[in-house]
Nanobody
Framework: QLQLVESGGGLVQPGGSLRLSCAAS????????IGWFRQAPGKEREGVSC????????NYVDSVKGRFTISRDNAKSTVYLQMDSLNPEDTAVYYC??????????????????WGQGTQVTVSS
């Protein structure tokens, strides 16, 4: 059974950076595509970025392109989300999730079978 644990969230000023981590506390990430989602108060959960199982393919939604970078280290069973040039609109709980679907970039939550508990990111001055 795959279990995911996010870390790295916190409070940061606008223009700042954070790096989120998604680690497998049990099982291995290596066979899964991994997606990062976020949910702001009063809003639906939205996909942000995803990476294929071997890291060959990545995807970003338009709102984070050029600011966020997803990567993975399968030897460490960890996926990272480097977030730069953060703005208040990035404030949300961030979740990582694992899928075996053909195309992780559709960001269909029901296709992701394993989810972490989330980590809060707050961008505020």
């Amino acid at each position: 059974q795959l279990q995911l644990v996010e870390s790295g969230g916190g409070l940061v000023q606008p223009g700042g950076s954070l790096r989120l981590s998604c680690a497998a506390s049990s099982g291995t990430l290596a066979i899964y595509d991994i997606g990062w989602f976020r949910q702001a108060p009063g809003k639906e959960r939205e996909g942000v970025s995803c990476i294929s199982s071997r890291g060959a393919s990545t995807n970003y939604v338009d709102s984070v392109k050029g600011r966020f970078t997803i990567s993975r280290d399968n030897a460490k069973s960890t996926v990272y989300l480097q977030m730069d040039s953060l703005n208040p609109e990035d404030t949300a709980v961030y979740y990582c999730a694992a899928t075996l679907s053909f195309d992780c970039s559709t960001y269909k939550p029901w296709e992701y079978g394993y989810w972490g508990q989330g980590t809060q990111v707050t961008v505020s001055s």
